[in-house]
């Protein structure tokens, strides 16, 4: 991953992060998270996290950090309170097949992403899922994610350590 990551094919880094489930120890996934945190900083690229069960652990490192770079968490299906936490923390939030319908309506579409890893369908399942969820055309959620795959790998945009977010609920 070390020799691999300065590539500029490569667009991002991870997946990487807290498993309290699947995981082993949590003081070698902290490491292991610390390495790809340093390496998503020194180039210049997005971070994608891997989070169950572990928002705590995300939050406080996320805290104690002075990062730039954006960090997507890969499959989010928490809860909205959840969501909320994350996305004030500065976070972006991908949405696969399986998600809480609330938790996708609390992410503001300039911090949303759409996957389908680990899914059984194709992404256009997902999109009309999501776009029939968020009472939005397909066509529209597709702009949206376009741009914002646009802004987070190609324009490299910045995000900073004051956790800036836009446009969501308390």
């Known amino acids: 991953m070390l020799e691999c990551a300065s590539h500029p094919q490569?667009?991002?880094?991870?997946?990487?992060?807290?498993?309290r489930l699947r995981g082993g120890d949590i003081e070698s996934q902290f490491k292991a998270f610390k390495c790809h945190i340093k390496k998503s900083e020194e180039f210049g690229k997005p971070l994608i996290?891997?989070?169950?069960?572990?928002?705590?652990?995300?939050?406080k490192t996320r805290k104690d950090l002075t990062?730039?770079?954006?960090w997507i968490i890969h499959g989010?299906?928490?809860?909205?309170?959840?969501?909320?936490?994350?996305?004030?923390a500065g976070m972006f939030?991908?949405?696969?097949?399986?998600?809480?319908?609330?938790?996708?309506?609390?992410?503001?579409?300039?911090?949303l992403?759409?996957?389908?890893?680990?899914?059984?369908?194709?992404i256009e399942t997902i999109y009309n899922k999501v776009a029939c969820d968020l009472q939005l055309g397909v066509e529209v959620l597709r702009e949206v994610v376009k741009?914002?795959?646009?802004?987070?790998?190609?324009?490299?945009i910045?995000?900073?350590?004051?956790?800036k977010s836009t446009n969501f609920a308390n």
């Open 10 to 19: 490569v667009l991002a880094i991870g997946e990487s992060g807290f498993d």
């Open 49 to 59: 996290v891997h989070m169950v069960r572990s928002s705590d652990l995300l939050l």
């Open 67 to 70: 990062v730039h770079e954006p």
């Open 76 to 88: 989010f299906r928490g809860k909205p309170q959840e969501a909320l936490q994350l996305l004030r």
């Open 93 to 111: 939030l991908s949405f696969g097949e399986y998600y809480n319908v609330e938790a996708l309506r609390a992410t503001p579409t300039d911090r």
């Open 113 to 122: 992403f759409l996957e389908t890893d680990e899914s059984t369908c194709g």
């Open 147 to 156: 741009k914002n795959v646009d802004a987070v790998f190609f324009n490299k």
């Open 158 to 163: 910045k995000m900073n350590c004051s956790n």
